[in-house]
């Protein structure tokens, strides 16, 4: 009888090891972001009625975030270049949720255009009267081998996805150390952290942006309810392939067509 249990007891490790696998590799977060999202506050409870402001909300994460907290209640500031698509983002905002107009805010913004972004701040401000989260997600990808890449594009890169993001939580950042208390939130990507070919110049801006972030949260450390949070995201199904940085700025993606004509309009 001994000798059976010893010998059953490997196959019952083997067996739960290999469920322990299987679950582990059907798992869409690290243990650190499942733990959170166990033991953590839901985000219907913490979010109606805050005051979120989400970059890059015309399309891909930034789109389906907006709905996601209409759909909750909370108060959505809606920014990227083409506003035409904002208000789209917006119109589905008031559809599917018990949102008023007033409880949205479209405001085109340009993340190159650093000159606006204090503005920008200060209307988000006059609007609402303050701002409880900063979400960065604006930004865009690349698609080029370096040999073949100009390096103007690599300024473009890190102007548009870091020096942009970093210009704006600045000014944000200036009302939430005066409220001592606010959370901003940066998308960054998995090629944050690790290397992928035919995107060199993305990956250097999202790295870029682990470390500035990552510094930037001990700084802090004096006003403990500001909360720097960075996300990391594997691949999405989006149109991003659509808004790609090539290896020369002369070649206008759809996003840049739609925008100049916009301006032009």
Sequence with gaps: ???????????????????????????????????????????????????VWVTGASSGIGEELAYQLAKIGALVVLS??????????????????????????????????????????????????RI???????????????????????????????????SLTKHVLNHMVQREKGKIVTVSSVMGIMGAPLATGYCASKHALQGFFNSLRPELGEYPEIIITTICPGPVQSKIIHNVFTEDLSKPTDADVSYSQKKKA
Aim: hydrophobic residues 45%; contains cysteine.
């Design 1 to 51: 009888m001994e000798w059976a249990v010893l010998l059953l007891l490997p196959l019952a490790l083997c067996a739960l090891l290999y469920l322990l696998g299987r679950w582990l590799l059907g798992l869409d977060g690290d243990l650190t972001l499942l733990w959170a999202e166990w033991g953590g506050q839901r985000p219907e409870n913490e979010l109606p009625d805050k005051v």
């Design 80 to 129: 990227a270049r083409r506003e035409n698509e904002l208000e789209r983002v917006k119109q589905k905002c008031l559809e599917i949720s018990n949102l008023s107009s007033k409880d949205i805010l479209v405001l085109p913004l340009d993340l190159t255009d650093r000159s606006f972004h204090e503005t920008a701040t200060k209307i988000v401000l006059q609007h609402f009267g």
């Design 132 to 166: 409880d989260i900063l979400v960065n997600n604006g930004g865009r990808s690349q698609r080029s081998l370096f040999v073949d890449t100009k390096v103007d594009v690599y300024a473009a890169i890190m102007e548009l996805n870091y020096l942009g993001t970093v």
